[in-house]
């Protein structure tokens, strides 16, 4: 009995920190074999920015003007596209299962899959966005702070998205609903984003936008992983 | 207090129980709007800015409120559905959601017609329409993801699930849209403004908003009741019920 | 009153048709969603009626029981 109660005391404590490390070492190493996961939300950035020249004018001012709304919406719904493949793999394959019985809490290891999936998402995307920039003739000034607020934002928009694709896994078409689920969530993060390169942009001050997508990121930090769990059960259990 | 809270799961009660409630929230709403209307289209005087065009207000802010109101309590029955397991509140939860998004297009469309004589525009960016058609996007997902499962059961927690998520963002949503607005267009004129409106104007428009909320408990009441007619079909005393009625 | 005439009533003052759609859309919903509501249970009703009469036909007292249980 003493036995067993100091078994349970001490092996949550190590497991936790193992199986985290765990969860993210095999989501890194299975997404950087699949390399072309990582890569299509990339190009689809890219591509989108080269339609907007097409669509709306090539001429460089009223390019500069639109470009800090045009990439932070691009970046937007290529993290969008890249949601509905976070836990489908792992669903498909029951290892999703396997995480809701194993005795670590879901909740902080869906943090795990999403750390990851920011950093091999919404941190290249925050990377990439400058050069796309350069081609909208974005002025020059922004650069630093564009990225800056796309890899704060798609932390929460990985977050909030999460939640949304946790809801849907089991269902068979649950992308374009995932997008109905999702993209109205994500204004907070949009206006604030824009609204720091835009502020950047005029000379104004940007600790406020910037402050204020921590915020968000740290609300969404501390409630997000709670929902996806939730939402997770539900799908699997359902 | 157990007892009470054992009774409210029980469909059963909640179905005696709003066939007697029902029925005032019917008489309440049709006299609080009726006379709202009469009041509001025919008797209170013309706003000396914006002249008869004004009154769309007595729809405009009633539906403005339901609509923002409906989400709360759909929220707070997901939550009572969530933690207690009751069966009733996830029933009124889906029910709320499609009366809800109906006040939310009736603000919307009542909005963007009072836009055409103020702003000279069927449309504009402005922060209540623009935070009212968000929320009309977080209605259609709450029913679409409702609809999306094959068990019902899945449905319903998936649901209460994005209710809550929602629930959290409304504020979130509306602030940051507000501050959106102040950047890009300072201090245009905003159809509701805080100026001080005489009695004879805002007494129906009191009226009005009361009447909405009445009827939209005893709509709710009512589909509520159609929700435990569906769902406990099988069971002998909706069996019984059904013989009885005509 | 705030208006002399009827026909200056359904007039409003020139904004006859933004006050009137509004009017007309909100009481079409109000309206419409009552009417849902009531057909809703009449057609509730009669499918759990078709139900009883059918399977007093076929009498099925076991699966009636078996039903009642869950």
């Known amino acids: 009995m003493q036995h067993a109660e100091r078994l349970a005391v001490t092996e949550p404590r190590g497991g936790l920190g193992v199986a985290l490390a765990a969860t993210l070492r095999r989501d890194l190493m299975l997404l950087m074999r699949r390399r072309s996961e990582v890569m299509n939300p990339l190009v689809f950035f890219a591509l989108v920015i080269t339609l907007f020249p097409l669509g709306i004018s090539p001429d460089a001012e009223l390019l500069a003007i639109v470009a800090p709304g045009l990439l932070w919406v691009a970046a937007l719904l290529a993290t969008l596209l890249s949601l509905d493949s976070l836990f489908r793999a792992d669903f498909e394959d029951g290892c999703l299962e396997q995480m809701l019985l194993a005795p670590q809490p879901l909740a902080l290891m869906v943090m795990a899959k999403v750390a990851v999936h920011w950093l091999l998402t919404g941190l290249p995307l925050a990377l990439m966005a400058p050069l796309l920039g350069i081609t909208l003739s974005l002025p020059a000034g922004s650069y630093g702070i564009l990225s800056l607020s796309l890899a704060l934002g798609t932390a929460s928009l990985s977050l909030i998205g999460a939640i949304g694709a946790a809801l849907t896994v089991g269902l068979a078409r649950g992308g374009v609903l995932l997008s109905l689920l999702v993209l109205p969530l994500y204004v907070p993060v949009l206006i604030f984003g824009t609204g720091a390169v835009q502020a950047a942009l005029l000379g104004d001050a940007l600790a406020a936008h910037l402050a204020i997508l921590g915020a968000l990121l740290a609300g969404a930090l501390m409630l997000a992983p709670w929902a996806i769990a939730a939402s997770l059960r539900i799908s699997i259990n359902g | 207090m157990w007892a009470f809270i054992n009774k409210l799961r029980s469909p059963r009660w909640f179905y005696a129980i709003s066939a007697r409630l029902q029925p005032y929230f019917w008489v309440a709403a049709t006299a609080l709007i009726l006379v709202g209307t009469v009041w509001g289209l025919a008797f209170a005087p013309a706003d000396y800015q914006q002249g008869n065009s004004f009154r769309i207000i007595y729809v405009h802010v009633p539906a403005a409120f339901l609509a923002q109101s409906i989400f709360v309590s759909m929220a707070v029955a997901a939550v009572v559905f969530m933690v207690w397991k009751i069966k009733i509140a996830d029933m009124a939860a889906a029910v709320m959601a499609p009366l809800g998004a109906a006040m939310t297009f009736i603000a919307l469309f009542s909005g963007a017609v009072w836009g055409v004589p103020t702003w000279g525009t069927w449309w504009m960016w402005d922060a209540r329409l623009t935070s009212m058609l968000i929320l009309l996007f977080l209605y259609f997902g709450v029913i679409a993801l409702r609809g999306a499962f094959a068990s019902r059961d899945s449905g319903s927690r998936a649901a209460s699930v994005l209710a809550m998520v929602g629930v959290i963002n409304i504020p979130i949503i509306k602030y940051s849209v507000e501050w959106w607005h102040t950047l890009h267009q300072p201090a245009t004129f905003t159809v509701t403004g805080r100026v001080a409106m005489p009695l004879e104007m805002w007494a129906p428009l009191l009226l009005m908003v009361l009447g909405f909320y009445s009827f939209f408990i005893a709509l709710t009441l009512m589909r509520t009741r159609n929700e435990i007619l569906r769902r406990e079909s099988r069971k002998r005393w909706v069996r019984d019920l059904a013989g009885g009625e005509h | ?70």
């Open chain 3, 1 to 70: 009153m705030a208006f002399v005439s009827l026909q200056d009533f359904f007039a409003m003052g020139g904004h006859a048709p933004y006050v009137w759609s509004a009017w007309a859309m909100t009481a079409l919903l109000l309206l419409g969603s009552v009417v849902h509501a009531r057909v809703e249970r009449r057609q509730l009703i009669r499918d759990l009626q078709r139900r009883e009469r059918r399977e007093r036909r076929v009498g099925s007292e076991p699966a009636r029981n078996l039903a009642d249980d869950t």
